[in-house]
């Protein structure tokens, strides 16, 4: 099982960042996926999740600000990032967990928000 980001970068605060995952080695039109984040000095947190079906859960400081999405065709999923702050700099991670107990993490891809 390999998952693999992409989109992260440096933007100004408001701006706006598209990540992608990509995964493999998964069913992946029946797998959960979702996108966590690490600042610096801070433990790993939950950004937002999407259910096999679509279903979707954000934490409450990204709610209505940042939209995940899946492409089943591609195993792709997405997190739509808008009106970013400088909280919102960390290390984003894509997870999915196969089985359980079995955890499986991307590389992590920086995102930067900062004049």
């Known amino acids: 099982v390999q998952l693999v980001e992409s989109g992260g970068g440096l933007v100004q605060p408001g701006g706006s960042l598209r990540l992608s995952c990509s995964a493999s080695g998964i069913v992946f039109r029946l797998s959960a996926l979702s996108w966590y984040r690490q600042a610096p000095g801070k433990q790993r947190e939950l950004v937002a999740e999407?259910?096999?079906?679509?279903?979707?859960n954000y934490a409450d400081s990204v709610q209505g600000r940042f939209t995940i999405s899946r492409d089943n065709a591609a195993k792709s999923i997405y997190l739509q990032m808008d009106s970013l702050k400088s909280e919102d700099t960390a290390v984003y991670y894509c997870?999915?967990?196969?089985?359980?107990?079995?955890?499986?993490w991307g590389q992590g891809t920086q995102v930067t928000v900062s004049s």
């Open positions: 997870y999915t967990q196969p089985q359980i107990g079995d955890h499986v």
């Open positions: 999407i259910s096999h079906l679509g279903r979707t």
